[in-house]
């Protein structure tokens, strides 16, 4: 692993990036509000569980729960539900929010590379928006793999390389110049599990996968959104000028007045893959 790679630093992403939802959030906030798509991500993500009365399902890296806070009235009944993140935090927002619910939740911190429940436990993992974050994928999918029962499925969302791919190119030379030593979100090039390469990463521990893609886009119209979802994933020590975050939010701002709007693309999906 390049230990200078956030992405991939657990230290840094439980500690840090993900010690809550408030980084998480500032991104979601963007697709929230400038989505084009006409299904909502989280049902969208929740019809590709195909949840059955009385299954049992485990979410790795769950953040604070969206996909179950989003979807539970549609929960089939007598479900049990686990849900675990990295970080500690995370899981007590998913806990504080899902708890009284009704459902047969149950929330503990857990590392996928480390999954401490029996072999065939469940009939549906989740690992949604996290394997990118896997030091060591290989363990991480040998884990999911051995928890899953027979004919069990991984459900598994990530980007593809076109993803936010316009957001570097709305970045000037001289702004990249002061802040060098800090990659914007969306600059980051390709990331380790995605659309492009999920499937061969897959194949070694699953029998069948399928991919599944989100149609969207979106139409910004508040620069101070585009800002907060570029420098929502940068480490404490890589300081940032506030000139330069000035200078881009002067220049989003008049490029929202000037054309309405700024578009960006968006290239998401999910790989479900069957023991
Ligand atoms: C981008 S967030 C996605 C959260 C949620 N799945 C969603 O789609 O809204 C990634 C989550 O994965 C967690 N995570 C990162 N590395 C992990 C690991 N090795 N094991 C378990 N969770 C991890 C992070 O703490 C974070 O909550």
Redesign the pocket.
């Known amino acids: 692993m390049d230990s200078q790679d956030p992405f991939r630093d657990?230290d840094y992403?439980?500690k840090n990036?993900?010690r809550d939802s408030s980084n998480?959030d500032a991104r979601?906030a963007l697709h929230r509000q400038f989505s084009t798509a006409t299904a909502d991500w989280q049902p969208w993500v929740f019809d590709l569980l195909r949840l059955e009365p009385g299954m049992r399902v485990l979410?790795?890296?769950?953040?604070?729960g969206?996909?179950w806070r989003q979807n539970v009235d549609r929960i089939p009944a007598g479900c049990q539900i686990t849900l675990?993140?990295?970080?500690p935090g995370?899981v007590a927002e998913a806990e504080a929010a899902l708890a009284g619910s009704g459902h047969q939740f149950s929330f503990q911190p857990?590392?996928?590379?480390a999954l401490d429940f029996a072999d065939g436990t469940f009939d549906v993992v989740?690992?949604?928006?996290?394997l990118y974050?896997?030091?060591d994928l290989a363990q991480?999918l040998a884990a999911v793999q051995r928890v899953l029962k027979p004919n069990g499925r991984l459900i598994a969302?990530t980007n593809g390389d076109e993803h936010m791919k316009e957001l570097p190119l709305l970045v000037p030379e001289a702004v990249r110049q002061k802040v060098a030593s800090w990659r914007m979100r969306g600059m980051a090039g390709q990331l380790p599990f995605r659309l492009e390469n999920g499937r061969s990463l897959l194949a070694p521990f699953f029998a069948q996968i399928e991919q599944h893609l989100y149609e969207d886009s979106l139409w910004v119209t508040d620069a101070d959104a585009l800002v907060a979802y570029a420098f929502s994933m940068i480490k404490p020590e890589m300081e940032v000028p506030e000139t330069a975050v000035a200078h881009l939010r002067e220049l989003w701002a008049a490029k929202i007045a000037a054309d309405g709007g700024i578009h960006i693309s968006k290239q998401s999906g999910v790989f479900v893959a069957t023991r």
Do not use: K, R
Not at 84 to 87: I, R, Y
Not at 110 to 113: E, K, P, T
């Open positions: 657990s992403l439980q990036q993900y998480l979601a979410e790795c890296g769950c953040g604070p969206w996909l675990t993140d990295l970080s995370m857990a590392n996928i590379q989740v690992a949604n928006h996290m974050h896997v030091p991480g969302a």
